[in-house]
């Protein structure tokens, strides 16, 4: 089913995996996916390599979550890395094993600089991607998008002009960065709204896990610290289990307000470790109906 059409009856709950390194890992991401299938998600994704290396395990995992647990699955797809005719190749492929939804991104480029040069890359942006599988294929695409700027963007306002451009192109819904303080995500809304984007927002939530690992992935992809979660991870620099316990207090606070602003949906980033996430569902006893 469209994930655009799921979010027209319901306020969904979504899950985000990414995949193993080699075939050994791909019973403990699917034992994953499947401890979490008890929250009946409305859809689970599973994220795709740019540098190449895991592809082959995303495709296998979207294959699996579909025929073998029967969830609705979004798979991602990146630009950067692939010819046209490998894009077509997989959508094709995707398309006859009766995947509906793609979320279409750009991707990030490896550290180790395999993809520098772009040789192989048809399209430059998540933009192009989205306009080339909407004018050729049949699926509900989604994008992503930036509550505080993505880190390459030269102003909010460039940002939000490309957010559009995807929006413009075939994005029928956009799934949220992380962010700690929502009212970064409110803010983001309300410029988009102003600036015509009508399209369904997801939030995307991402728990705390550790310390060490929050201030990795906020350094990574531009997101802020508020100061008042940046005290807490101090106190449990070197405790990893109390910052767990934390960031699932600091995760339910999130949801909350952000169910009790409106939201369509959460998309929770599981990252392979449904603990937190399923203490933050137990805690919450979300309301799906729609307002
Ligand atoms: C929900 C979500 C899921 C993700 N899943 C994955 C995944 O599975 N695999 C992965 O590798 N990464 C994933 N990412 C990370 C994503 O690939 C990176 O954030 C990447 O740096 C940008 O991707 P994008 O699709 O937003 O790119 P773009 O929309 O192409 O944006 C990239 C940058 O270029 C600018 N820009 C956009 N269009 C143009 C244009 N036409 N001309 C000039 N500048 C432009 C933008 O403002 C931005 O600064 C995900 C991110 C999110 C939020």
Known sequence: MRIHNIIAGTRTISFEFFPPKDTSGMIGVLDKIKSLKSYSPDFVSITYGAGGSTRRFSEELIMQAKAEHDLEVMAHLTCI???ADELDAILRRWDKSGIDNIIALRGDFPKD???NSNINSTFQHASDLIKFIDENYPFCIGAACYPECHPESISIED???FTKLKVENGAEF???QLFYDNDDFYRFVERARSQGITVPIIPGVLPVLSAKQTRRFTSLCGARIPSNLAAKLNKYENDD??????????AIKQVESLWDYGVCGVHFYVLNRSYSVSKILDSL???R???
Not at 241 to 250: I, L, P, T
């Open 159 to 161: 940002d939000l002009s």
């Open 81 to 83: 890395g692939h010819s």
């Open 289 to 291: 109906q729609l307002i």
């Open 285 to 287: 006893k979300l309301d």
């Open 174 to 176: 956009l799934i949220t």
């Open 241 to 250: 289990k109390s910052a767990r316990a934390m960031g699932v207090d600091y």
């Open 113 to 115: 600089g395999f993809l």
